[in-house]
């Protein structure tokens, strides 16, 4: 028997370079300008594309600010490491800290602030950025734990929260910088190491 036919889609398939590209000029004019030089209007100039093309992918310039942002982040790598857990983890966490506080971790912050807790922007940002950390940190913590490279804490759910709960006490205060430094004295002070 032959198989029907898949419907088409309807519409032009949209081209990954778009995407790229509109990505691209949004991390550019967030890291530039802040949160208010964001609009799909300076978004489409910079990289030459329609506003419907933008409506396409996302349904407003803080929508994409965000995109921008969790992209430029990058997923951090919870699997096997050539280097020890522990300073996979150390890196993890500085990674987390250098997105923090480049000019477009400041403007995110700013309109996590700012959103209710149940937007889509803040269930992104809760989502792909915090809850991926999160992770990637409990699996290197873990073994960590294993190898005997840290002092086990009493609950790993509550010394994961001491560790990132500083970060984004900083992020939002806005009292103090979130720097390597800080980074590491806080993980020093969680999960000291044997």
Not at 94 to 117: E, N, Y
Not at 173 to 182: C, D, L, V
Request: charged share 20%; net charge positive.
């Amino acid at each position: 028997m032959s198989q029907a036919p898949s419907p088409a889609s309807r519409g032009r398939p949209r081209d990954p370079r778009t995407r790229t590209a509109i990505l691209t000029a949004a991390r550019a004019l967030l890291d530039n300008g802040g949160l208010t030089a964001v609009t799909i209007e300076a978004i489409a100039a910079k990289a030459g594309v329609s506003r419907p093309t933008i409506y396409r992918y996302w349904p407003n310039a803080p929508a994409v600010a965000m995109a921008a942002f969790l992209e430029a982040s990058g997923a951090p790598a919870a699997g096997k490491t050539s280097r020890s857990p522990l300073a996979a983890l150390r890196a993890q966490l500085h990674a987390v800290a250098d997105a923090f506080a480049a000019p477009g971790g400041r403007s995110v912050a700013a309109m996590v602030a700012a959103a209710q807790s149940e937007t889509e922007l803040a269930k992104a940002f809760r989502n792909e950025f915090i809850a991926r950390n999160r992770d990637a940190a409990r699996l290197m913590l873990e073994r960590c734990i294993a190898e005997q490279l840290v002092f086990p804490p009493a609950d790993i759910d509550l010394a994961l929260d001491l560790i990132f709960g500083p970060l984004f006490y900083r992020l939002l205060m806005g009292h103090a910088p979130i720097t390597r430094g800080f980074v590491d004295q806080l993980l020093d002070a969680v999960v000291p190491a044997l």
